[in-house]
């Protein structure tokens, strides 16, 4: 066993419910001042009432920043901090998908630390402090809650991210009962993209290790046992329950044996084209694996057994058999399986593979090498 590093988040809870608990939870940090960091959407839909009587019930405030959109951009950061700075916070609580939690990592660490974002861009450029942090992810796909990185879209077709364990949370309240109703294709491209995480981090070529390993695993056992059920039936709180966990521990693996390949390819058809990441990840999933067989023969096979109960053969059949599952699982949900379905035309390749080897920080750890030449065949192959 070669030496290695785990970090993840420093309190987990799961609770059917929890979140009509936050204030408690925020109010066990010693905070009585909190800036609530989620979207327009759920705002509007209420999913925040619950938790906010609570705060009111306990006599602790609650601020709303509600302008998070999908990959954000340093403005809807900047405006965040802003918003946790005229306050007065004392405590940051990230609700939503991965970009409201995003936000609010770096919300609660340029608020209290008043380092400048452009600063701190890279791995463990943070100096900190930040404020008290709880993430209560209402998608089960980012993993947001349990990693240390926030992504940030920098420009058009760009994304740039912060790494340092500063952004892991001081809790993070997993609550299935969030996650009731989402539609059907919001919940298999988030599936997918859990999914893509557990299988890059058991496959990455580098730090990849023993803790990662087994919850990469346990991350696809649940993944895959659920996200049919999910998708059939919104209102299955088990089915929704084992993708919440299922997603974090994706997030925990990869939190600690990067993502590689699939994400860097993803990246640029989400910046350029607006396209949700789960969805961008599940688009361009089965080119990349496909050309990854030949150097990830053996971690595939053993993840086969898993997806792919009784498959029996070689270890080569065994890979080809998660390779065909993986390939037809976005077809059998309903999502988009072509780059044109979401507006990609030919012209638009080489611009894509221009933008995915800017994203060196995710290439290096793919267990192929992938040049430019490969990633326009790739993404010529789901045209």
């Known amino acids: 066993m070669h030496d290695f590093v785990f970090n993840t988040t420093r309190s987990l809870k799961v609770a059917r419910g929890g979140a009509t608990q936050l204030a408690q939870s925020v109010m066990a940090l010693g905070a009585r001042n909190a800036l609530v960091v989620t979207d327009g959407g759920l705002s509007a839909a209420g999913m925040l009432d619950e938790a906010l009587t609570g705060f009111a019930r306990l006599g602790l405030r609650a601020s709303i920043f509600s302008d998070v959109r999908a990959d954000p951009s340093e403005d809807v950061i900047l405006a965040a901090v802003a918003a946790a700075r005229n306050c007065e916070a004392d405590c940051v609580v990230g609700f939503g998908g991965g970009s409201s939690m995003d936000v609010a990592k770096l919300a609660a660490l340029l608020a209290r630390s008043g380092e400048s974002l452009v600063h701190v861009y890279g791995v463990d450029q943070a100096k900190g402090p930040r404020l008290p942090l709880v993430l209560v992810p209402t998608t089960a796909g980012t993993g947001s809650e349990v990693t240390a990185i926030s992504i940030v879209t920098t420009g058009e077709g760009e994304k740039k991210g912060v790494v340092s364990p500063l952004l892991l949370p001081d809790l993070a309240l997993l609550d299935a009962e969030l996650t009731l109703g989402l539609p059907p294709h919001v919940t298999a491209a988030t599936g997918i993209d859990a999914m893509v995480h ?186």
């Open 198 to 383: 557990a299988i890059e981090a058991f496959t990455s070529k580098r730090l990849k290790n023993p803790l990662s390993d087994c919850l990469a695993r346990e991350a696809l056992r649940l993944l895959s046992g659920a996200l049919h059920r999910a998708c059939s039936d919104g209102q299955d709180v088990q089915a929704r329950e084992d993708m919440l966990l299922g997603a974090c521990l994706a997030g925990m693996a990869f939190a600690n044996a990067p993502v590689a390949a699939v994400h860097a390819l993803a990246y640029p058809v989400g910046a350029r084209f607006h396209v949700p990441h789960g969805l961008s990840n599940s688009l361009v999933l089965a080119p990349v694996i496909r050309f990854n067989l030949e150097a990830a023969t053996p971690q595939y096979a053993q993840l086969s057994e898993i997806v792919c109960p009784g498959v029996i053969g070689t270890q080569a059949d065994k890979a080809r058999a998660l390779i065909d599952y993986l390939g037809g699982l976005a077809g059998e949900l309903g999502l988009p399986t072509r780059l044109r379905e979401v507006g990609i035309t030919e012209e638009d390749v080489t611009m894509l593979a221009d933008d995915a080897m800017k994203q060196t920080r995710l290439l290096v750890n793919n267990p192929r090498e992938l040049s430019r030449n490969d990633a326009v065949l790739l993404y010529r192959e789901v045209l």
